[in-house]
């Protein structure tokens, strides 16, 4: 070999080896799951459509029907904001949200669906979740018809990720921070049927959840649950902490120490004290109740309970594999969710309730008002 | 990795010296995926040579060290020699006049490579930034601010000298705590729409430096810093970075860590920035004094 081949040789080698480390893996599947997605991309966009798109999301407690066969590609955008919102009686700060509430936005897809996320960090901007429209998702209609939180625009930039319990990728790839202004792109697949915790990855991790930033997504079982064609309400409760102090203002702000102390001024139901005491959710006298219920922390345990019922089907996680009977109470740590089921047994109140008594007495609990047998 | 475990790093790295800056710049905008030869040389040409004496007291910063929330040598704080630094942020007023001198940098003006579209999106108009004068200028990029330093006759603070003169209060350990509190409760309810007037904190360092808290964060020269790379900006992050368990140290952390995620284009309403100057080139430009 003469020396230029040797040089052209070598040159080709290092070339091949930095792309190769570009590279990103291509899809293959292991058991029937999709795995090696492509790389994300971050790139800056005029945007100023909905915050939140896609015909799946909706407002807690409600949860839309999946009304397709087979698998579905979403292409979905939730983005991230701050609004100034209610969580208590009196009680209101500029938090990080996703979407607009907190928590976010509930997202339902079906075990093997694929996910075409978008997120712009909009933590500059006065964002009004319902502007310029309302026709992005159900989630923005609902919203517009039921503010509870009070939701107004505030500006906070601050760096942003999003993590999604339901997929499975490089986080440092797909998960990784953009600052504001930002616009991040990139695909997941459901793999896994469950309840899955969404969340700002960004460190301070604690800080950036317990200011606001989680949600939940359902993801269904694709060949579904025993008692899907029993159940007669569907609905998705959250657990989580706020760790709040009065400011100089009238508003509330971060309390560093209670977080770090894991002493919460505020643990709520789909984040506000009272909201499922003011809009409790409805059933009848013998009816099935489906509860896709999720701990989102940021670092509390929850003991939940309804009070009146015991739960006849508990699948841990949300996995139909995962079946538990009888229970009176499901124990979830920070990011652990459950999908229970229970018979309502007659006309009147049931108060749902983290039976973690200090967590119930500082607002972790609300009502399932029962109606007559139909 | 358990950064308190990190026995030696080079020194070379937790200090550059002048002759290392422009280095350390160009890792800069290579770690935040730039096309390094070009943005440098095109921020080259961009750029306006001219030196222009600029209002406001330039504070000397005396030669000393101090414990950085980055990894460092065991017993070995980060050395900094004296700088000189801009009593108080940029404002609305000073940018004006620099804009007034150098129209590329105007909103209008501005090439996309250098800001995204968010560049002083508050201001009325190219050369109209409203009535806020005596305000801190926000949502200017790290290219703007960079220029903007040069014109000015001097140059971004470097990440340590920024945070050696920011650290630099003679109050007591209880006194910091409580500070640092009210620095988190700032940094999670700060109003981006409510600027407040230079010099109106009433934080001040043992130099007469203002503001360095409470008001807005400020750019640095080398805001993604090479150990920073070591750190993978991630959930445990804060706990790895903290030097201590204090609040203290949580507080540098969130700082540290809001500055590595931003990019040379970023501008942020909470984000401005102050220069600083090198000794002798300070010495120049009073010898050009009359």
């Given at each position: 070999m003469t020396l230029l081949n040797k040089t052209t040789a070598f040159l080709i080698v290092m070339a091949a080896t930095f792309f190769t480390a570009q590279a990103q893996s291509s899809e293959y599947t292991i058991d029937g799951m999709t795995f090696g997605m492509p790389e994300a991309e971050v790139y800056t966009e005029d945007y100023d459509g909905p915050p939140v798109v896609g015909e799946y999301f909706t407002m807690l407690p409600t949860l839309k029907p999946l009304e397709y066969e087979g698998n579905k590609h979403h292409e979905v955008r939730l983005d991230a904001m701050v609004q100034e919102i209610e969580?208590?009686?009196g009680v209101r700060y500029r938090a990080w949200t996703f979407g607009g509430t907190v928590p976010g936005p509930t997202l339902h897809v079906k075990e093997g669906d694929r996910i075409t996320f978008t997120m712009k960090n909009r933590s500059d901007e006065p964002v009004v979740i319902t502007e310029p429209g309302?026709?992005?998702?159900p989630f923005l209609e609902q919203v517009r018809d039921n503010n509870f939180m009070d939701a107004h625009p505030a500006i906070m930039p601050m760096p942003h990720s999003m993590d999604f319990h339901a997929g499975t990728v490089a986080k440092d790839d797909k998960w990784r921070t953009i600052s504001p202004g930002e616009t991040i792109k990139f695909d997941w697949v459901a793999n896994y049927p469950g309840t899955y915790i969404y969340h700002c990855?960004?460190?301070s991790v604690l800080m950036h959840t317990a200011m606001g930033q989680h949600g939940v997504v359902v993801v269904s079982?694709?060949?579904?649950?025993?008692?899907d064609d029993q159940v007669d309400r569907e609905y998705v409760v959250v657990q989580s902490e706020y760790y709040l102090e009065k400011g100089a203002g009238e508003l509330y702000q971060y309390d560093f120490e209670a977080a770090q102390n894991v002493n919460p001024s505020h643990v709520v139901f789909n984040g506000h004290q009272t909201i499922l005491h003011d809009q409790p959710l409805e059933a009848n006298e013998g009816e099935r109740v489906r509860i896709h219920f999720s701990?989102?922390?940021?670092?509390g345990t929850s003991s939940f309970h309804v009070i009146g019922?015991?739960?006849d089907r508990v699948w841990m996680e949300g996995h139909p594999f995962n079946e538990m009977r009888g229970m009176q109470t499901v124990l979830l740590g920070a990011s652990g969710s459950a999908v229970v089921e229970f018979i309502v047994p007659e006309e009147g109140s049931y108060i749902l309730i983290d039976h973690e008594f200090a967590d119930a007495e500082k607002g972790a609990t609300g009502t399932l008002k029962a109606g007559p047998r139909q | 990795m358990n950064l308190r475990m990190l026995k030696k790093v080079p020194q070379e790295l937790l200090k550059p010296d002048p002759g290392s800056r422009e280095m350390i710049n160009l890792i800069n905008i290579l770690l935040s995926k730039w096309n390094p030869a070009g943005a440098l040389v095109l921020l080259a040409v961009f750029s306006t040579a001219n030196l222009q004496a600029q209002g406001g007291d330039k504070l000397l910063i005396p030669a000393g060290s101090f414990h950085s929330?980055?990894?460092?040598?065991?017993g070995e704080p980060v050395r900094v020699d004296s700088f000189y630094l801009d009593e108080v942020a940029v404002t609305n007023e000073d940018f004006l006049e620099f804009l007034q001198a150098?129209?590329?940098?105007t909103r209008s003006g501005i090439p996309a490579l250098y800001a995204?579209?968010?560049?002083?999106?508050?201001?009325?108009?190219d050369l109209d930034p409203s009535a806020k004068n005596s305000t801190p200028v926000t949502r200017v990029s790290w290219f703007a601010a960079n220029s903007y330093c040069k014109w000015a006759g001097g140059r971004l603070p470097t990440l340590n000298e920024w945070e050696y003169s920011a650290q630099a209060l003679d109050i007591s350990d209880a006194e910091l705590d409580r500070f640092s509190f009210e620095l988190m409760g700032w940094y999670s309810a700060?109003?981006?729409?409510q600027a407040a007037p230079v010099g109106s904190t009433g934080i001040e360092n043992?130099?007469?430096?203002?503001?360095?808290?409470?008001?807005i964060m400020e750019w640095v020269?080398?805001?993604?810093?090479?150990?920073?790379?070591?750190?993978?900006?991630?959930?445990g992050t804060v706990g790895r970075m903290q030097?201590?368990?204090?609040i203290y140290s949580y507080a540098a952390s969130v700082r540290y860590i809001t500055r590595m995620s931003?990019?040379?284009k970023s501008t942020t309403g909470m984000l401005g920035f102050r220069c600083a100057y090198d000794i002798d080139q300070t010495k120049r430009l009073e010898e050009q004094l009359p």
């Open positions: 969580v208590a009686d309302t026709e992005g998702s990855g960004t460190p079982p694709k060949d579904g649950f025993e008692t701990n989102n922390g940021p670092s019922a015991i739960f | 929330v980055l990894p460092e040598v065991v150098n129209p590329r940098w995204g579209s968010d560049y002083l999106r508050h201001w009325k108009e700060v109003d981006a729409n043992r130099y007469g430096v203002k503001d360095q808290f409470g008001l020269e080398d805001f993604k810093p090479v150990l920073g790379s070591e750190i993978s900006l991630d959930c030097n201590g368990s204090g931003f990019n040379a």
